[in-house]
């Protein structure tokens, strides 16, 4: 890493540092009650963003959680999946009681 012979000056660190500047945040007027608001941001005095209820504090506000569970919809491959393993758990079930049934015929002769 490269190491400096010198150490720098006042003035060149001023010059350096002439456009560091610090700028005022934007700020708008919230369209439903007038108070002033950070560009982008959801109101903190009534809850909304660009006319929507977003927070808890708005009248009206629907959590999210409801609207999801609403679009949930079956799935098919799934069920597609379910079937053979049903029907090879039978067969073993089937082949298992012909076993049982043999062994106690053996034993009662």
Do not use: D
Not at 71 to 94: D, H, M
């Amino acid at each position: 890493m490269a190491v400096p012979k010198k150490r720098t000056g006042h003035s060149a660190q001023g010059k350096r540092r002439s456009n560091w500047k610090a700028t005022k945040p934007t700020t708008t007027k919230c369209p439903n009650c007038g108070a002033v608001v950070l560009a982008h941001t959801v109101c903190t005095a009534c809850g909304q963003y660009k006319g929507k209820v977003v927070s808890r504090k708005a009248e009206g506000f629907v959590e999210a959680t409801e609207v999801k569970e609403a679009k949930k919809a079956p799935k098919k491959a799934v069920k597609e999946i379910e079937a053979p393993v049903v029907e090879e758990a039978k067969a073993e079930e089937v082949v298992e009681t012909e076993a049982v049934e043999a062994v106690e015929e053996t034993i009662e002769e």
